[in-house]
């Protein structure tokens, strides 16, 4: 009895993956079309960095690769609508048919599991999608390299990330972090004035946050951030269905499904790229889910990529600040590839490939601890 229902968790898991991803192909080229004709893409070549000096070596690609800016942003719009839009058929089938257990079992919205990823993934998609919108306009926003400040969005995700960690603690009691070796018990620890100790989960989950939202900047080339996200979520959906967390599975699969159709249109050349309502969405969903399947520990491991991306950024601006030099030719770390001659698709595979090892380690990892 325990096999068969391993096998049809299994069996609904991969069918719900390959169905997405066939609703996202079907409607990708209507918004592909909608996103052209709203000419939804930054009307200027960037000139400045996210600090807000002036361009040198990665303002020589944007002016060899213009047409490039002519390809409209906000592509992640297909992976979070389909994803969502997918999961609430199936909750209303519930609804509908309260009673009806094969519209119990296709449902995959639950409370304890899936309500938070999910909700975290349409309301960082949506601020996203607002840093998008800002950057097409001809202003180009209130931000120098286009779209919102990076503090409002810095404040953004810190705020989305304390209400995350106020349900984790107070309607999921959600206190403890593992780490290898260990299991972290906040609660275990005494805070002033008799505070409980468990509250220092909300400042963990805002850590966290902050540090997958600073890897966004992996959508650079033509097909790079999908190929390597897509390993990444399949490991943690693996790691959930390992820890029979079916729910959280699905949910991860399923954005594998939608993210697989949004790569297919995202391959050089580029149809659509994903913009921060794609990458805001999924990294910090991919936050959540770490704390809800207890495999934070994971994601540097699986997100190597991610990691390394974010390093090389944040290692350049300290390097400008104390040394006044930079510490390579071009940050993040693609551009300086780029620089010392490497093509921009060879730069893109290997990302992927270095990709799926990385996932492929955390996953075993994870599932043998």
């Known amino acids: 009895m325990i096999y068969s229902e391993l096998y049809l968790q299994a069996a ?110 349409f309301f960082a998609s949506i601020f996203g999608f607002v840093d998008d919108a800002l950057a097409t306009l001809v202003t180009g926003g209130n931000y120098k390299a286009g779209g919102l400040k990076l503090s409002h969005r810095l404040f953004l995700v810190t705020s989305l990330s304390f209400f995350i960690g106020l349900w984790f603690y107070f309607r999921l009691g959600l206190v403890s972090v593992s780490l290898p070796l260990i299991n972290l018990d906040f609660s275990s620890i005494a805070l ?76 050089p050349p580029a149809r659509f790229y994903m913009g921060d309502t794609g990458t805001m969405g999924l990294l910090l969903t991919l936050g959540v889910v770490a704390f809800l399947i207890d495999a934070v520990y994971i994601l540097p491991i699986a997100g190597f990529m991610l990691v390394v991306t974010e390093a090389s950024v944040v290692l350049q601006i300290l390097s400008k600040k104390i040394f006044k030099r930079k510490l390579i030719s071009a940050a993040p770390l693609h551009h300086h590839l780029e620089h010392i001659g490497w093509l921009r698709h060879q730069v893109t595979m290997r990302y992927w490939l270095i990709s799926i090892m990385s996932s492929v380690i955390g996953f075993v990892i994870g599932i043998l601890t």
Not at 27 to 36: D, G, K, S
Not at 72 to 88: D, E, H, N, Q, Y
Not at 230 to 258: H, K, N, Q, W
């Open 12 to 121: 609904k898991i991969f069918s719900y993956t390959a169905l997405t991803f066939v609703i996202a192909m079907w409607w990708a080229p209507t918004l592909i079309n909608l996103l052209t004709w709203l000419k939804f893409w930054k009307k200027s070549a960037r000139n400045v960095t996210t600090t807000g000096e002036e361009l040198t070596v990665t303002k020589q690609f944007y002016k060899e690769n213009e047409e490039k800016r002519l390809v409209p942003r906000a592509g992640g719009l297909l992976i979070w609508i389909t994803v969502i839009a997918f999961a609430l058929f199936f909750w209303l089938v519930l609804k509908i048919f309260p009673e009806n257990q094969t519209a119990q079992f296709l449902n995959f919205i639950d409370r304890k599991e899936t309500f938070i990823p999910i909700g975290t993934l």
């Open 192 to 267: 002033p004035g008799g505070l409980d100790g468990g509250l220092l989960i909300i400042p963990a989950v805002v850590v966290v946050m902050l540090a997958m939202y600073g890897s966004s900047m992996i959508d650079g080339f033509d097909g790079m951030s999908a190929g390597v996200f897509i390993p990444i979520f399949l490991c943690f959906g693996g790691i959930a269905f390992a820890r029979e967390l079916y729910d959280i599975s699905t949910f991860m699969m399923v954005i594998s499904g939608a993210l697989t159709a949004y790569l297919w249109f995202n391959i």
